[in-house]
């Protein structure tokens, strides 16, 4: 004989057993010089597990290419105009929200005359509004399952409402309708929109993720420019109310340009996908990451609550030149999200691209404490704003590749972002309550703040690390090319 034929599986992953295990039944041989024959095995193994239900295969044959799981995103497809409208109603989701509530610094000391309050409860007010996202583990439930549309229309009137009461705060005695206004309600507005604006890019995007949520995640800095700008210059002028009102009127023409390009991929997801998915909390990296996160979080964001404030009382500046510190803090936001985004996509991935930048955030809070001229002021500024711009991009991004399952997609990250919620929570209030204990200093709040946020960024290492580990001992287990 000439030649030994050989028979070569490919695989197609490297998952499961059932999911990369082919029953051959009949294998057809030729041999030079002979005729074909037909070789039929008695039966599989009994060891063999089928898959689930929600897999399709036939009677006849079953094997990886009759697997029914989620479709590859081609780079094709994310370039298509629906795909690039995704993106801009993103943009402008976070506009909405998170630009909002980034000029509440504008608005901090403004609060705290009027209302006669210390910077701890106002602080409260702005934790509420930055921490019920938690709600997103609901509105990602119900995004998996369709109600997209409903759920942008429930978030855009909690948004206005929350904006439009906000503005008839005007005296003393009316701290409770601020904290209900703008920290419950507009913060529930945001929640309930948050988790979808993720999930809806990260569903339309593969190959270029990280950089398209970067894309979507600049409304946040822009949209903090855009209202500290409208507060900065219209306050003296007409006064703090109708300038909200202003903000109101904004944030209402964009909810219209959202409800008209949003449109989420359809997929096919099981009926009983899970409101709270018990098995991920199973998975160390995923722990590993919600506690890496919460530690992030609790630190992260304090610093733009207080750095007008600052201003005014260490550095020397007037309340008007503070409030341009906000303006840079937002305005290099926009680089400092898409830089990183797409460094993650073409070479580093976002998740060791977070790593560092969280540490970079928790070594300018710490070296805040040195600040007290101008120009180190606005170093520190631009340092904190970039470090902390890439963080919130990347963090979702990191996520969503943790990630492998798309009917999952909107209640692992709402999950996530439940646990980060009660950090954004009770950050700047513990803050808050620190400055006041130091006796209107910062040392405390700017030490817990940078020790916070290294504390998380090497948890998130070691969440890392347990990832890549875990992909090393897959592919040793379960190589591309299996011989038989």
């Not at 074909?36 to 079953?62: G, I, N, W």
């Amino acid at each position: 004989m000439s030649s030994v034929p050989q028979a070569t599986l490919s695989r197609v992953d490297t998952g499961p057993l059932w999911e990369t295990t082919v029953i051959v039944r009949e294998i057809t041989v030729s041999l030079p010089g002979s005729s074909t024959e037909k070789l039929t095995l008695v039966t599989a193994p009994s060891s063999l597990r089928l898959p689930p239900s929600r897999y399709s295969y036939s009677s006849d044959e079953f094997g990886p290419s009759e697997l029914k799981t989620e479709k590859t995103i081609t780079p094709d497809e994310e370039k298509t105009l629906k795909s690039r409208l995704q993106v801009l109603a993103s943009f402008l989701l976070l506009v909405n929200g998170y630009g909002y509530y980034s000029s509440f610094g504008a608005f901090q000391g403004y609060w705290q005359t009027t209302l006669q309050r210390s910077p701890a409860d106002i602080s409260w007010t702005g934790s509420l509004q930055l921490s019920l996202p938690f709600i997103g583990a609901v509105s990602g439930r119900f995004m998996d399952q369709g109600y997209f549309r409903s759920i942008l229309v429930v978030g855009c009137l909690l948004q206005l409402i929350g904006i439009f009461v906000t503005s008839t705060v005007e005296r003393p005695g009316q701290y409770a309708q601020l904290l209900l206004a703008q920290g419950i309600i507009q913060g529930l507005g945001n929640g309930v929109l948050f988790t979808p604006s993720v999930t809806l890019v990260s569903l339309y995007f593969k190959r270029y993720r990280a950089f398209a949520l970067g894309v979507a995640s600049c409304g946040a800095p822009v949209g903090g420019v855009i209202f500290t700008m409208i507060a900065r210059e219209l306050a003296p002028k007409i006064g703090h109310s109708w300038t909200i009102r202003i903000m109101g009127f904004f944030v209402m023409f964009n909810c219209a340009v959202i409800l008209a390009i949003a449109k989420p991929k359809k997929l096919e997801k099981p009926a009983s996908a899970p409101w709270f998915d018990l098995a991920s909390w199973k998975d160390s990296t995923y722990v590993l990451f919600a506690v890496g996160i919460f530690f992030v979080g609790w630190g992260l964001n304090f610093a733009s609550f207080f750095i007008a404030s600052y201003g005014t009382k260490f550095v020397g500046l007037e309340p008007k030149e503070s409030m341009l510190l906000l303006l840079i803090m937002n305005a290099v936001g926009v680089p400092g999200r898409l830089a990183p985004a797409l460094l993650a996509d073409l070479y580093c991935g976002s998740f060791n691209l977070l790593i560092p930048f969280a540490m970079g955030v928790g070594t300018a809070l710490l070296g805040w404490m040195g600040v007290f001229s101008e120009p180190s002021y606005i170093a520190f500024v631009v340092l904190y704003g970039v470090c902390a711009n890439a963080v919130q991009t990347l963090l979702p991004s990191a996520l969503a590749n943790l990630t492998t399952d798309p009917a999952k997609m909107g209640v692992r990250t709402g999950m996530a972002f439940t646990v980060l919620s009660v950090a954004c929570l009770s950050g700047p209030p513990i803050a808050g309550a620190l400055i006041a204990a130091d006796g209107g200093q910062y040392r405390y709040a700017q030490i817990f703040g940078g020790l916070s946020v290294i504390g998380g960024a090497c948890v998130l290492g070691v969440a890392r690390w347990l990832q890549m580990r875990g992909q090393r001992l897959e592919v040793e287990m379960c190589p591309d090319n299996t011989s038989l």
